[in-house]
Structure formats: C-alpha cells, structure tokens
C-alpha cells in the first residue's frame, strides 16, 4: 500500500507477521511538514485490517472461532465444521467455513458484519470476569469484509424455512436482494479475491502459498484436537471462472477416538503405549490477590531412547480454557521451556510430540493482548510455571519408574517449598498416585541402605 504524502513516499511493506515502516524522502528536506487530519474510513479501515489479519491463516482462524461459537457446548455427536480452500492460491482466491451451530438470527443479520457488533459480549465487566467464548471482540467479519473482494454469507437458523444468502460489502452491510433456497441449518461463509487491496501483502502471501497451506491445516489440526466434540472436515478445491468450485481432496479428522490416538493416526505412530494420559492439579498462591487451581489434562511421552518410534512430524498443542496457544509468544514459550527443562532434569530426550490442555479461572487470565487472541497474560504466573514444572517432573518420574535421586536438578526447592508440597499429588493414568512425601520416604530409605 502506497502513499503519495507531498515530496515524501510512505510505503508500507508488509512482512508477516511485522509491518515494517520505510521512509523515502524525494526531494526538499526540510521543507514544513504537512498538516495533522484525519485519514480517509476507507484508508484506516485497510490499514487497521490488514495488521490485525496478517494472512489467509488469521482470517481462517476467526472464521473457525465464529463456527466454534455457533455450535456452542452442544454434545451432539454430528456437529461439524467444514473448511475449504482454493489449494493452487492457499485460500486467497477461496476460502470457505460451513457449520452446522445455531445460525444467525434474522434480526442480526444486517449488523452481524459491522464493526464491534457481537453476541458474545455486554460489558467491560464481562472481559475483566474473563470471556469463554472464543471470539468477543466483534471485529473480525468487518475486517475480513474489508480484505475481501467477494463476501458471502449463508445462514439458517431452527425458525427458518430456507437458506438465506446474501452479498456483504466492504463496508460490512448487505447489499443486493438475498435469495433463498432449501438446505441445512447453520453458517456458510465464503470469500474471494483476499487481499487484492492490498498489491504488495498479495504478492507477498502468493509467494509464501506452500507454506501457508502447511499453516492452515496445522491451525485446523490444532482445533481438532481440542475440540474432540466437533469433526473438522478439509476440503482442497479449485476456483474457477465465473465463480464455479471444483471439489477436490477432503480430510476428515476423526473425532470419536481419543487425544492420544488422534495424535498417533495423524503422525503414522504404531508403537503402542508411548504417551501416557492423565491429569494434573495444583494451586497458585499469588499472596495477597489470592489463590487459584489450575488443572492440566496431558498426552506426554516416554522420551528414554529405547521409548521413541519413527513419526512423520513433531506436534506441540498447547491449549489453555480451549484456547490454542501459539508457542512463539510469551505464554505458550514459557510452557515450551518448562516442559524441555523438565525433560532434561530427569536425563530425558526432548519431546518432538505432546498435549496439554490448561483450566484457568477465566477471572485470573486476560486473553486480549494481542490481534489472534493467541497469547496470555495471568496472574502470578511466575508461580504458576514453577507449580507446573514441579508436577510435570513429579509425573515424568513416575510415567518413567524414576525417582529424584537419578534426576539432574538445576535448583535445589527449599525444605520450606517441599513441606508445602507434602500432600500435593499427581494423577496420571496407568501410573499411580504419587506424592513428594512418598519420594523423601523412598529417599530416606535409600539413604540407610
């Protein structure tokens, strides 16, 4: 995106995921700067768009929570999700998210698309009591109307007779008549032309297609994992002329098997009992602002060398109140680093393959810190890593039949820390119950012989 600003050149180049800023001076320096005013909508909205959504993976990844959202804690065994995705331009000439949740109401339909109009959300106080839904900002359709050339909306709710469609504009507003036709009920949105506002982010993200591909089904691969209660469907098509789709490849991931198995019918892992299943619990005392339980579900694996069977590929999902993390940023990298450190203090390999799933109280955490919602910030933290490493060795010692003498501790806890410890266990399937005093005893014991 380009603009002419008197004798200067502003050129935004946008390298994902930083918007680098480069200045030209022509000619004159020196000479007065132009005045302060206010951008064009059109201008800003882009601008605000295209640093908020910086791919077709972003944008996948909204549309994916909004699906999520519609089908709500619905159990129902046949809730599902498809994706699909024009494969030879990742996504940028198509992209299409269809489910089958509660649909939009026909009062809601006119504004669904305009900016910070949501369901999900009444008041601050409800964002500082936490949020459980995935989405709640109310801004994403609007900044994807904005980057597409071509937006179109399905809907169906129980009080519909048909399937509504229609046309949004880059303003987010409907536009033309809707039309009408039988079908299922949910939410089908589909897009075209993304980013062609945009010359050189289009340029940029058709270059990078390979690896953007890669990218969503690993994002979609993520939720699937976390969502056992949903199936994800992924389906490669065509675009072409005139706005016909052409089916191509579809995958299914199962959802009626376990995490464990998921992960090993997705990496081609045939030897059995590598990853051990379970859950662990602990309390993060944050002094004067009080306490907190968290609870951690987890798939690990056993990382001696004669455990490790051939894989296709490392998988890492973090996940915390069923929120995927990305492991670059803060949160998820510091959950990265605990559980190598842990690893390697008990002569451990490093894990290429594992699941974890956090419960914190959503009054304790606060998920609005950065445009993907990928990244946390909660309370005594410092802590809570501590409290989680602590428990991970615990559990890696038992999924391995170790005990704390063939462990390397960088930082020996204090006697103070190992007598808070006393009646903490931790839980782990296949493996009983062990708790610190139990490893001092066996300790003690070794001792005297």
Known sequence: MCCLLTDSLLLFVDIYPRLQLLIIDTEHKGKAEMAIQRLPKSVSATIVSTSSLQSQTAILKELIENAIDAIGSNNNANSHILVEIDKDSAGLEYLAVTDNGIGVRK????????????SKLRSLDELTNGVSTCGFRGEALNLISRLS???????????????????????????GTPKHASGL????????????????????????????IKEM???LITYALVYRNIRFQLRYVKSLPKGKILNGDTKT???????SQFICELLDIRKKGW????HMSFTVDNGLAGSYSVEVEFVLPKMRAQDVPS???GLKVLSVNNRP???????????VNKINEAYAENILLAPPVWYLAMRIPTDRIDVNIEPEKSDIITAGETILLTRFKSDLCRTLQAMHGLDETQSVVESHPSRKENEADTSHTVKSSNVPPISLSELEERLMSDDES
């Open 185 to 212: 009920g949910g939410t089908t949105i589909k897009l075209s032309g993304l980013f062609k506002s945009t010359p050189v982010r289009h340029k940029f993200l058709t270059e990078r297609k390979h690896k953007l």
């Open 217 to 219: 089904e690993a994002l």
């Open 107 to 118: 009062s809601d339909r006119n504004i669904m698309c305009l900016n910070y109009t949501t």
């Open 275 to 278: 990853f051990e299943t379970g």
């Open 325 to 335: 993390m990305n492991l670059s940023l803060s949160f998820g990298k510091n959950i």
């Open 149 to 175: 050339k071509l937006m179109t909306i399905s809907t169906k709710t129980s009080e519909d007779k048909t399937v509504e469609t229609w046309v949004v504009n880059n303003s987010g507003l409907p536009v």
């Open 253 to 259: 991931f199962n959802n009626k098997i376990t995490q």
């Open 311 to 313: 894989y296709k590929h």
